[in-house]
Antibody, heavy 116, light 106 residues
Framework: EVQLVESGGGLVQPGRSLKLSCLAS????????MNWIRQAPGKGLEWVAS????????YYADTVKGRFTISRDNAKNTLYLQMTSLRSEDTALYYCARQTYTFDYWGQGVMVTVSS | EIVLTQSPTTMAASPGEKVTLTCLAS?????MYWYQQKSSASPKLLIY???SLASGVPDRFSGSGSGTSYSLTISSMEAEDAAIYYC?????????FGAGTKLELK
């Protein structure tokens, strides 16, 4: 069974940093591209970042480019999102999602709240 | 950036009613993908490659379209279909979602 479990969220002050993790199981993690997608409270879905299976290709939304870094450790079956210079508008539920022809499996999400 | 515009924003349908949701893209896309999200759950894949039904999805759901115009149809509304529906394009980065259509049970 495919499982994606996010962790690392919490309350953080504006301007500070936070690192999210997504532990994958039930499939060969190193064969798949992975993504982070977020959802602000009461709002729609926003794609954040994408990384290919071997980390050769990485893409970001303009809203996070230069502040967020997506990475992965295939030996640990783990996806990461390093978030710096956090802003109030980054407050959201952050999902990791596996990418095949689309985002076919999603985690349950981890909440990040940016507030003083 | 390809902007996806979903309509209507909100609608209500009676049990057994046919429902059609639309998604218009600002530029041509290769395929459209549709997701269903209920309350606080993670989004669930319904349709991929514009018209292919994801595993386990009831066949009352169908997708169609091409170019810049796509639609998701529910042939006969059921209570469990009340949810928010999102379209997604993966033709080019940034990948973009529509703002969603909230479908309620009448």
């Amino acid at each position: 069974e495919v499982q994606l479990v996010e962790s690392g969220g919490g309350l953080v002050q504006p301007g500070r940093s936070l690192k999210l993790s997504c532990l994958a199981s039930g499939f060969t993690f190193s064969n798949y591209g992975m993504n982070w997608i977020r959802q602000a409270p009461g709002k729609g879905l926003e794609w954040v970042a994408s990384i290919s299976s071997s980390s050769s290709y990485i893409y970001y939304a303009d809203t996070v480019k230069g502040r967020f870094t997506i990475s992965r450790d295939n030996a640990k079956n783990t996806l990461y999102l390093q978030m710096t210079s956090l802003r109030s508008e980054d407050t959201a539920l952050y999902y990791c999602a596996r990418q095949t022809y689309t985002f076919d499996y999603w985690g349950q999400g981890v909440m990040v709240t940016v507030s003083s | 950036e390809i902007v996806l515009t979903q309509s209507p924003t909100t609608m209500a349908a009676s049990p057994g009613e046919k429902v059609t949701l639309t998604c218009l893209a600002s530029s041509s896309v290769n395929y459209m993908y549709w997701y269903q999200q209920k309350s606080s759950a993670s989004p669930k894949l319904l349709i991929y490659y514009t018209s292919s039904l994801a595993s386990g999805v009831p066949d009352r759901f169908s997708g169609s379209g091409s170019g810049t115009s796509y639609s998701l149809t529910i042939s006969s509304m059921e209570a469990e279909d009340a949810a928010i529906y999102y379209c997604l394009q993966l033709t080019s980065t940034p990948y973009t979602f529509g703002a969603g259509t909230k479908l309620e049970l009448k």
